[in-house]
T-cell receptor, first 114, second 114 residues
Framework: GDSVTQMEGPVTLSEEAFLTINCTYT??????LFWYVQYPGEGLQLLLK?????DKGSNKGFEATYRKETTSFHLEKGSVQVSDSAVYFC?????????????FGTGTRLLVSP | DSGVTQTPKHLITATGQRVTLRCSPR?????VYWYQQSLDQGLQFLIQ???????AKGNILERFSAQQFPDLHSELNLSSLELGDSALYFC?????????????FGEGSWLTVV
């Protein structure tokens, strides 16, 4: 079945450091890919998405590029802030199923210190 | 604010009891999803409804059931509760059923079974 693998956390960075959170996927069809973020005590918010190969999703300084050849969708940010501390979830939705459901990775906790 | 409203936000109940979690999707969204987030299982897809009909089923226990009403709100019923059912239950909605369509999440209902 479809699956998403994320790097283990926590990822601990100092403010203004460069961030990469790795995400790879396995899918039988042609999935759409998403990054969701969960701030402490809050629900899931869509951060960015990409629906086809080579698409780049971006939002709030975060970027991720849909790489079909490496089945990856790594999240990057050039300069993190303390306010970026949260849990980040990579997810896919396989369009071949017709009725979509999101398959999530296990989440990666990011801790940014001043 | 995603526009998806869940009630109650927090709930504490005893083993063996039954609870109902309620969800109002974003205005106009026809698809409703339920997810469970627990420490050991991560984010698990439970069930999806589209315009009142069940469309996809995930890892939903037989003790759990859901429905979507004509006004498109949804309820998740959890019965014969066990300690292991303690989790954060998310409702989500999307405008259409196709993969790649953005799914918006509510803030979740925290269920604690004691």
């Amino acid at each position: 079945g479809d699956s998403v693998t994320q790097m283990e956390g926590p990822v601990t960075l100092s403010e203004e450091a460069f961030l990469t959170i790795n995400c790879t996927y396995t899918a039988t069809g042609y999935p759409s890919l998403f990054w969701y973020v969960q701030y402490p005590g809050e629900g899931l918010q869509l951060l960015l998405k990409a629906t086809k190969a080579d698409d780049k999703g971006s939002n709030k300084g975060f970027e991720a590029t849909y790489r079909k050849e490496t089945t990856s969708f790594h999240l990057e940010k050039g300069s993190v802030q303390v306010s970026d501390s949260a849990v980040y979830f990579c997810a896919l939705s396989d369009r071949d199923t017709g009725f979509q459901k999101l398959v999530f990775g296990t989440g990666t906790r990011l801790l940014v210190s001043p | 604010d995603s526009g998806v409203t869940q009630t109650p936000k927090h709930l504490i109940t005893a083993t063996g009891q039954r609870v109902t979690l309620r969800c109002s999707p974003r205005s106009g969204d026809l698809s409703v999803y339920w997810y469970q987030q627990s420490l050991d299982q991560g984010l698990q897809f439970l069930i999806q409804y589209y315009n009142g009909e069940e469309r996809a089923k995930g890892n939903i226990l037989e003790r759990f059931s859901a429905q979507q009403f004509p006004d498109l709100h949804s309820e998740l019923n959890l019965s014969s509760l066990e300690l292991g059912d303690s989790a954060l239950y998310f409702c989500a909605s999307s405008a259409r059923r196709e993969a790649g369509n953005t799914i918006y999440f509510g803030e979740g209902s925290w269920l604690t079974v004691v």
